[in-house]
Each structure stands twice: as C-alpha cells, then as structure tokens.
C-alpha cells in the first residue's frame, strides 16, 4: 500500500477500522500471526530466527486528530468536540469530512479575533438549514477527519493531512515487506487511540510483554518561525528520540540506534522534545518496565490538514528499523 493511500483514509481515534482493515489486507502475506484486539489494535507478528533474539515491539499509531458531533443546532449547524489535541486557529475555516462523505466548514460562533481555546466557540456547516435536514447526514457523536490531500511540494516534500501517525504505520508495513526474516521476534503493533493518550499501545504492551518497545512515529519541527525551542530540522535525517514529556528513552537502546545510523551511513539526527509524547511511554510503563526508544519522522504543522514532511527522512526511518530489526541488540 502507498503512503499517499494511507493517508486519505479516515481513522479519527477510537475509530480506526478503515485503515486497520486496509492495514490488515497489505501485511497479512508478511505476518506469521495476525490480531486485532479488544480495543482494536492491529498486531502482526513475524518470528525471529536469532539466536539472543529479544522480543521487540514496535507501535505506529492508526488515529489521527478529528472532531465529534456533540449536538445538532436548530439552524443546522453543528457543534463539535476534538478527539485528540487540536488548535482552534488551524480549524477555524478548514474543511472536515464524515466517514459518510458529508463535508463541511469550521466556522466561528465568535467574531474570528476573539476565538479563544473552547472548541464549542466553533460550528460546522455542511450546507443544511434546518436541525431536521442536517440530521439526514448527520448525528450527535458521528465522528470527522480534515480534509487535507496528499500533494508534492518542493524537493522531495509533500502535504497531507493524516500524516501523523500513518506515516509510521507506512515505515512499518515496509520494514515487515523489506526485511521479511527478521533476527528478532518482532510485533508490529499498529495502535489504537494514541491521540488521546496512548490507550491502544498501553494494553498491547501488556499483552505482549515485550524485552524492547520503539515508538514509529512524528515528532513536530523546531526550524521555522514561531516555533518551539528545539533542534529538529526537517529534510535532515531521522529522529531518535532521546526525551519528550511523556518518556526518557533508554540511553543504551539510544546508543545502539544512534551506532546503527553511523554504522549503516543513515542521516540521522538526536531529538529532544520540549512538549509532546508518544506510544513510548506507554511501553515503558507497562509489566515489569521496559526499555524504550521512538524513531521519529520530522514533521511541520503536524495536528492540522496540511502537514509536511520529507520523503527521504521516512526512507531512513524504514532502514533504520531494518537494521534494528535485523541484529542482535547489546544493552
Ligand atoms: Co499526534
Ligand atoms: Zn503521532
């Protein structure tokens, strides 16, 4: 599957079955054992052949931010709530799409300047007039994504919304197709709910009590104006993540994957994240503790409909987990 493909398909958190399904259909070739647990996580399990092997799971998140129907207006409008942390200036006049194909505009209750932080400050417009006629396509809890198409930019950028986290469920399906035989037991977890708090990658964790946990996943860029401090940079390599607030990673597991880029030629760069999180603190708080790691893809204005990021930084994301798929690991 291509990632372009990945990316259009809607998956709002709590609400995945789509991309699980399409996920599911790719994979099945290059799995020994496919699941789908009770909270919806995908789990494709691909036995190792090594000798010190360990069992690895590596998590990509299938949701992405969206919107809830709270409650349909007399009018016809719609008020909404996030699923996952969104912000009000990048919703306020974009377009968002129902898994039934209804589509409709953010607009605001308040004149734009005075928009705050409270979600029930906007409202939707699918084009209905009336409560009787936007309840034929829609209801209260259906649920949103943004629209946003997959679209080449400049180099060897391209936009799309969805990005996060399909980009990592893309890095993985590839690591499953391109090195089929791995040296460890390696689950590839494809999870639920990460956006509102890493809820599917806590019970994976739980289930398949893993030796190591690496989070594939995007990290926010530090290179423009206005962002956060940072040294993120996109178009520079992928990202090994060293802290967020969420998790400190293991410092020797950050050490095998910085010597794996430098021994493989891989451009590679540290990340340190001054606000965000990820699947990894779930892993690493779960059974007995494990040892964590994320391999971060650098992504610009990540949580809306036009989210950037570099195809060759994906690319050395996918040899990155190759190679840590392929070898012993000494910590
Ligand atoms: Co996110
Ligand atoms: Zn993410």
Not at 73 to 89: A, R, V
Not at 257 to 283: N, T, W
Request: charged content about 25%; some cysteine.
């Amino acid at each position: 599957m291509r990632f372009d493909e990945l990316t259009q398909l809607t998956g709002v958190s709590g609400y995945e079955s789509t991309v699980r399904e399409k996920i599911a259909a790719d994979v099945r070739g290059f799995a020994d054992e496919l699941t789908v647990d009770a909270i919806g996580n995908l789990i494709a399990f691909r036995k190792g052949s090594g000798t010190a092997k360990r069992r690895v799971m590596l998590a990509a998140h299938m949701d992405e931010i969206g919107f809830q129907v709270i409650k349909v207006l007399e009018d016809g409008l719609l008020m909404i709530k996030t699923l996952g942390h969104s912000f009000l200036h990048v919703a306020y006049g974009s377009r968002i799409r129902f898994r039934n194909g209804t589509t409709g505009v953010v607009s605001s209750r308040v004149p734009a300047e005075k928009l705050g932080k409270d979600f029930t400050d906007l409202f939707v417009d699918i084009g209905a007039n009336s409560k009787e006629e936007a309840l034929k396509h829609v209801d209260v809890g259906d649920v949103a994504c943004y629209v946003g198409d997959f679209t080449p930019l400049v180099g060897r950028t391209v936009v799309s919304k969805a990005v996060d986290d399909r980009v990592g469920c893309y890095m993985m399906m590839e690591t499953m197709k391109r090195w089929p035989k791995p040296y460890h037991d390696v689950y590839y977890v494809f999870s639920v709910q990460e956006e509102v708090g890493c809820r599917g990658a806590k019970v994976a964790a739980s289930t398949i009590r893993p030796d190591i946990g690496i989070a594939v996943d995007v990290t926010p860029h530090h290179d423009r104006p206005g962002d956060l401090e940072g040294s993120n940079r996109q178009g520079k390599g992928i990202a090994v993540k060293i802290s967020d607030t969420s998790v400190i990673c293991d410092e020797g597991l950050c050490a095998h994957l910085f010597d794996l880029c430098r021994r493989d030629g891989i451009p590679f760069q540290k990340e340190v994240l001054y606000v965000g999180g990820c699947d990894a603190s779930a892993m690493n708080l779960s059974w007995e503790g494990v040892r964590v790691g994320a391999v971060s893809v650098v992504t610009r204005y990540t949580h809306g409909p036009g989210c950037l990021v570099d195809l060759d930084d994906v690319e050395a994301g996918i040899r990155l987990l190759g190679a840590l798929a392929g070898e012993e690991i000494r910590l």
